[in-house]
């Protein structure tokens, strides 16, 4: 009997991957949880037994069986840890902020601060009114003008703040 050349046996593999393929599909949706997509366990053992030189090809459902049950049997593993580790009280990261982070978010607000204390009073109630969460609409009424009116004067007044020259 003559040895088949390797593209007779990557076609032979694959012919049966194809039959055998919703079976593993089935196999991988009730070892797997949610959100995990059986589709790529299924793809990965498939992937692993085109990979495999020695592969009996009698075997090649026994052995991409084993191989999705082992795939899903490692994710639940893995899921698991993940899960424990996060929620494990000496493994979570203290939530201290950077202290350089800290210090210039503090220095940003106080700049800001100072700058804002520096605006004219209407300006001053326009980034109040801002501050509230009033909408464009409610501000320009307020202002007494066009809601493209209230964007102009927003616009402007950000280009004010952020200048490094004096407002007024």
């Known amino acids: 009997m003559p040895v088949p050349d390797a593209r007779t046996r990557t076609d032979d593999y694959w012919q049966e991957c194809i039959k055998i393929r919703p079976t593993l ?8 949880a949610a959100p995990m997509d059986p589709d790529d366990i299924v793809n990965e053992a498939l992937i692993r037994g085109a990979e495999f030189d020695d592969l009996d090809m009698s075997r090649v459902e026994q052995f991409l069986v084993s191989t999705v049950t082992r795939l899903c049997a490692d994710e639940a593993r ?11 009280p000496r493994l979570v990261p203290p939530s201290a902020e950077d202290p350089a982070e800290f210090a210039c978010d503090k220095a940003e607000a106080r700049w800001l ?13 326009l980034v109040d009114m801002l501050a509230d969460g009033k909408p464009h609409s409610e501000i ?17 007044l950000r280009k004010r703040i952020g200048a490094h020259r004096p407002i007024g």
């Open 140 to 156: 320009a009424r307020e202002l007494g003008t066009t809601t493209q009116g209230a964007h102009s004067a927003l616009y402007r």
């Open 25 to 32: 599909v089935r196999i991988a949706a009730r070892r797997c």
């Open 113 to 125: 601060a100072i700058r804002i204390l520096a605006l004219p009073r209407r300006d001053r109630a």
């Open 78 to 88: 893995r899921r698991t840890v993940a899960t424990r580790m996060a929620n494990h």
